[in-house]
């Protein structure tokens, strides 16, 4: 059974950082494309950054781009979303999900807020 559980969110003052996680079961990490969303107050859900499999490579939604950073940990089956230089508008519920077959997984989410 596929789970995921999210977790390392908080309070941070603006420019702050954090490191969130995404721990894995069911599957391994490494076979799998990783993705991290957010959701805002009142707004959709949006995509932030994704990790493949073969390579690793990496993509990033504009605003995110020289700021977040995501990691894999085969060895704990866990996926990592390093947030630096934090902006107010980074504050969301933050999400991984996973693809397998035609269904997506969530965790249940991880609550970042980005206040002075």
């Known amino acids: 059974q596929v789970q995921l559980v999210e977790s390392g969110g908080g309070l941070v003052q603006p420019g702050g950082s954090l490191r969130l996680s995404c721990a894995a079961s069911?599957?391994?990490?490494?076979?799998?494309?990783m993705n991290w969303y957010r959701q805002a107050p009142g707004k959709e859900r949006e995509w932030v950054v994704s990790?493949?499999?073969?390579?690793?490579?990496?993509n990033f939604y504009d605003s995110v781009k020289g700021r977040f950073t995501i990691s894999r940990d085969n060895a704990k089956n866990t996926v990592y979303l390093q947030m630096n230089s934090l902006k107010p508008e980074d504050t969301a519920v933050y999400y991984c999900k996973v693809r397998k077959g035609s269904i997506d997984y969530w965790g249940q989410g991880t609550q970042v807020t980005v206040s002075s």
């Open positions: 990790i493949t499999t073969v390579g690793g490579r990496t």
């Open positions: 069911g599957f391994t990490v490494s076979s799998a494309a």
